[in-house]
């Protein structure tokens, strides 16, 4: 899956649109009506962001705005194996994704989503080089302490979730400064999920009930359990998207994707863009969300 380079795209301001505060390069404006009251104010927000004419345009003419998930889930995988085609080094496919990362998040906050998870930096992740890791941090250290500012601009709330404490301390310090500076904005909200895996989460919560003591076994039910989750505060995915094209969801959010919609595509990370994230919408919209019962009901709005 993809790392957490490729959110520093975002985190730099250095790409287009949310990155320095103002619209894609994308000439010219772009005006599109239809049967939902919010689709016209949803549109506005998308003007300069969909060129005339585009596929792009194409599928979000057929998206219903008054039903999007509130929250999207993404596994971001295919990096490594992008760069590999290309006989090029790891790295330069996670640079690629920066790409990605930057329109996924434009896209979210343009259309009004509220949550987006980024599984940014699994407890597997550290198998690999050590050389390779220590840089890692290093860049995610020093873009949050230079990059501040433009998430405060952009109105993007930082959360991250995973085993914060085995994060260099450096880097964790950061996290938690930002963290704090963005805490009361009310855009999108974007989680990271670093050094997260699922089954740990759901054993650390566990071990907070029993650590705590004040919980009655008798009385344990999957509502209280959730409080002791690292995601207490976030409602559960609608939709979880995994690029690359692999059938698994690698130890991600296990608990909270039970009645998540799954969206797969065979695009590697690096090559995703907005117009996979309008296809992903679409899809999800077309399902009928059953939640156990017999009869479905409409995918909520977010």
Sequence with gaps: MGLYTDILWLLSGKGEGLGNGGPSKIEPSLTIWGASPYNDPVFKDLEGFIAPGSEEEALARQINFSRLPRHIAVIMDGNGRWAECRMLPRIEGHRAGAKAVQ????????????????????????????????????????????????????????????????IPVSVRRELERVGSLTEKLDGLTVILALNYSGRSEIVDAVRRICRNGDVDPARLDEETFS????????????????????????????????????????????????????????????????????????????
């Design 227 to 302: 409080r002791y989750l690292y995601t207490a505060t976030i409602p559960d995915p609608d939709l979880l998207i995994r690029t690359s094209g692999e059938l698994r969801v690698s130890n991600f959010l296990l608990w909270q994707i039970a009645y998540s919609e799954i969206w797969i595509t065979p695009v590697y990370w690096p090559d995703f863009r907005r117009k996979h994230v309008f296809q992903a919408l679409l899809d999800y919209q077309k399902r009928e969300r059953r939640f156990g019962a017999v009869h479905g009901r409409p995918a909520p709005s977010a």
């Design 103 to 166: 329109e996924t998040v434009e896209s979210c906050a343009r259309l009004g989503i509220k949550f987006l998870t980024l599984y940014a930096f699994s407890k597997e992740n550290w198998k690999r080089p050590n050389r390779e890791i220590s840089r890692l941090w290093k860049l995610l250290e020093d873009y949050l302490r230079k990059e501040d500012k433009e998430l405060i601009k952009n109105k993007i709330r930082l959360m991250t979730i995973g085993q914060m404490e085995d």
